[in-house]
């Protein structure tokens, strides 16, 4: 990308939000997990839709390969420059709106983060259903390139669910703008539903209407220990079957919360370990505690229970769930497997998963957690190399053997392009592909990603 380019991506933002200092860039050209690593010439900060239009018009003319980024938290290399992009950077895209009460509903800008807005949703008594570990620096924009899923979506569904409008500028250069929140609108393809989920190779969003839910006024939150994983994954099935009142059911596995306590300090849930942990919660407008007491006690397996109904409790419990990500990356880069298995083959697929991979890297260490409710199992392997795409191989052919997804929630980004195949069909790929030729004829919207 010449100085030119620059000089016209100046003019359309202006020189202050055009980075080209390599110092100021660094935090921009590698993931969270330091796995995925990339360079480009420059970032460039659009504060509107406007801008963001304009970008895209000199990139098309320029044939300049960009990356849309939001908080950079994503797990795939999907939002990294690996092959010297243009990063456009939502950091100014912020702008909020006030919650619409009678339609319980908010519009806000693509760089709002998914906190800011579950902060808005609750002063107003409201709750934004999405919920997930970076909820502090994912994007709206970000969680809708790769329709985020997190803990809530066993009982208010992912982010496709909240999305009831937005406003994007395609690959074409076209803005599309649907943001009056209507819940009937039967007016042609659903482009919110196309966008979301689509990793920023067809457009850039740059704002959102998004779906508001009553809030509870009672929540009970729980650690069940387990004597198997089968015990814990039957469990939530049963519970699952019994009540409507669960928000969020996560499991997680002895090593993990041992690695967790140990790394932050934290005492140990129980005095003796259980081979699997469900972190559940459940809200009522009722107290719910009685109600899942019972559910608790009619349980096989469980060996040990903690309850807590206030916050600074609840949160307490939440540590040993939240805080893996973090823990596993003081061992090493992982390579991350976010992987979706049908409920009835979960249990043994956990149990297997780790002789699959010690089959190809024996010295490796697997650590699984994720959402048990929903099927969605975080599979981490430390002590790899970055690059041991046999092990991504393999261990992503034994999920569809077992008719599994290789993507739950994170997307297929750059890491797992390479075996989308394995998921789809060559008409499905072939449908996305016209998709993409259509909405991005010049394929300067991250062209690295999903159908690289």
């Not at 019972?294 to 939440?318: I, N």
């Not at 002590?383 to 739950?408: C, K, N, Q, T």
Request: charge should be negative; hydrophobic fraction near 45%.
């Amino acid at each position: 990308m010449g100085p030119g380019v620059v000089r016209e991506l100046a003019e359309v933002v202006g020189s202050a939000h055009v980075v080209t200092d390599p110092e100021l860039l660094a935090a921009h050209v590698v993931d969270w997990t330091g796995r995925f690593r990339g360079h480009s010439p420059a970032m460039v900060r659009p504060g509107s839709t406007a801008e963001v239009a304009g970008v895209l018009d000199v990139c098309r003319r320029h044939q300049v390969a960009l990356v849309p980024q939001g908080g950079n938290t994503g797990m795939v290399g999907g939002g990294v420059p690996l092959a010297g992009e243009l990063v456009l950077s939502s950091q100014r895209l912020t702008s909020a709106g006030d919650v619409d009460l009678a339609a319980r509903q908010i519009t806000v800008g693509a760089g709002v983060s998914v906190e800011t807005v579950q902060l808005a949703a609750a002063a107003a008594g409201l709750r934004y259903a999405v919920d997930f570990g970076a909820r502090g620096s994912a994007t709206i924009g970000g969680s809708i390139a790769t329709n985020a899923g997190g803990i809530n979506v066993l009982r208010h569904g992912g982010t496709r669910e909240q999305l009831l409008g937005v406003e994007a500028v395609l690959g074409t250069g076209d803005v599309v703008s649907r943001l009056s929140g209507l819940v009937k609108d039967n007016t042609g393809y659903h482009l919110p539903g196309l966008l979301c989920g689509s990793e920023g190779t067809l457009g850039v969003v740059t704002a959102a209407r998004l779906r508001l839910v009553e809030a509870p006024s009672q929540v009970v939150t729980a650690l069940v220990g387990f004597a198997t994983i089968d015990d814990a994954v039957t469990a939530v099935s049963t519970w699952r079957r019994a009540t409507d009142l669960l928000d969020a059911a996560e499991i997680v596995l002895a090593a993990g919360v041992q690695l967790v306590a140990a790394t932050f300090g934290y005492p140990l849930p129980f005095d003796r370990p259980c081979a699997a942990y469900v972190l559940v919660e459940a809200s009522d407008h009722d107290d719910p505690t009685e109600r899942f007491a019972e559910l608790v006690a009619g349980a096989v397996g469980v060996e040990q229970v903690a309850v807590a109904t206030d916050a600074a409790r609840r949160a307490a419990l939440w540590r040993y769930r939240d805080e893996h990500t973090a823990a596993i990356n003081t061992v090493g880069v992982p390579h991350k497997f976010d992987v979706t298995l049908p409920i009835g083959a979960l249990a043994a697929f956990m149990a297997d998963v780790p002789h699959v991979v010690a089959e190809v890297e024996p010295t490796a260490i697997t650590w699984l957690f994720g959402h048990v409710g929903d099927g969605n199992v975080h599979v981490n392997v430390t002590g790899v190399a970055p690059d041991a795409d046999h092990l991504d191989e393999r261990v992503l052919g034994f999920v569809v053997s077992r008719g599994g997804s290789i993507s739950a929630e994170h997307g297929i980004g750059t890491a797992k392009a390479r075996w989308l195949s394995l998921d789809r069909s060559a008409g499905d790929v072939s449908a996305m592909r016209a998709i993409k030729r259509a909405l991005d004829p010049a394929g300067i919207l991250n062209p690295g990603v999903l159908l690289a």
